[in-house]
């Protein structure tokens, strides 16, 4: 299923069975426990069963996990394992998140995955041998997620998704996922279209990294947005990775095929569409006025290129997750219940508000 439906998280209970033996191999079960050297000693005092030292011992440490957000025994660890850093939206979300553990006095291990779903596995699996506290993940893309965060929930360790989606059988391998509705973004983006063009354009569309959320969504809303205006048309359509370079290569591609019949770029992100921007100068021709652009993020360069006239609208998706996400860390480790999907609201601006607002955008 999609990782949008909203259930009860799987909340950490103080020495529940899920903390059992965290951080140990997956070969150590809790009989390996009585082969440590304190045992000896406690058999020969015959005073308490070892099998109750051990549960002890398993109850402060569970305790000592989801107690340790601030005013516990250890600060707070948190493993983060980031997409990369493809786009000015990934830099701005990678800062907010540094940011925010640091004014919360945590720790973050952080792990760039370069934009490959085996880098954020491996990190992951790292994450639980280092008995981390919680796995933050903003997933590269939505499949192949169910053994790893199978291997989390049994180390006990709660999963918080940032940003994007996964498809699993099971929602309960994780605790929320925080982000936008990256579907309603298309919508809000083809919405804009419809009007500016009076329903009618022949579009290019720059897609995002392929298999992942906000391309998959974005390119069902936009779909959905033009689907009862029959005069706007997908001429071609193309993954340019959620980058400035592709995105100026995908144009380029697109300029050479296509030529004159182009009248608008929808790019699922703002690096993409200012890659475009260039390709569109470069052929000689007017961004903005003689091939419209509507794409996603809102981040400054995006106000800037607004400014400039050369890109006419673009639909926010707020990156700065880093208050949320340790506020509701922070109440998973209380054991509060969290909604299954924590949304981040946005907004389209255009040309006509850009110059107003460029100076109070903080990405
Ligand atoms: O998942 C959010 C998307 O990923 C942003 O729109 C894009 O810029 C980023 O790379």
Known sequence: MRSRSCRPPNAVACGSAADAL?????HLGVGDGLNLPGRARTRRRRSVPAALLLLIALLIQGCDRSNSSGSGTRPLVVGFSQVGAESAWRTAETQSIKEEAAKRGATLKFADAQQKLANQIKAVRSFIVQNVDVIVIAPVV????????????EAGIPVVLVDRGIEVRDDALFATLIASDFVEEGRMAAGWLAERTAGKARIVELQGTTGSAPAIDRQRGFAEGIANHPGLKIIKTQSA?????????????????????IDAVYAHNDDMAIGAIQAIEEAGLRPGEDILLVSIDAVRDAFVAMVAGKLNATVECNPLMGPILFDTIEQIRAGAAVPKFIQNQDELFDQSVAAELIDSRKY
């Open 142 to 153: 939505e499949t192949g997620w169910e053994a790893v965060l199978t291997e989390a929930k």
């Open 241 to 261: 990775d959620f980058t400035r370079a592709k995105g100026k290569e995908v144009m380029e591609a697109f300029l050479k095929a296509a030529g004159d019949e």
């Open 22 to 26: 965290p951080g140990a191999p997956p």
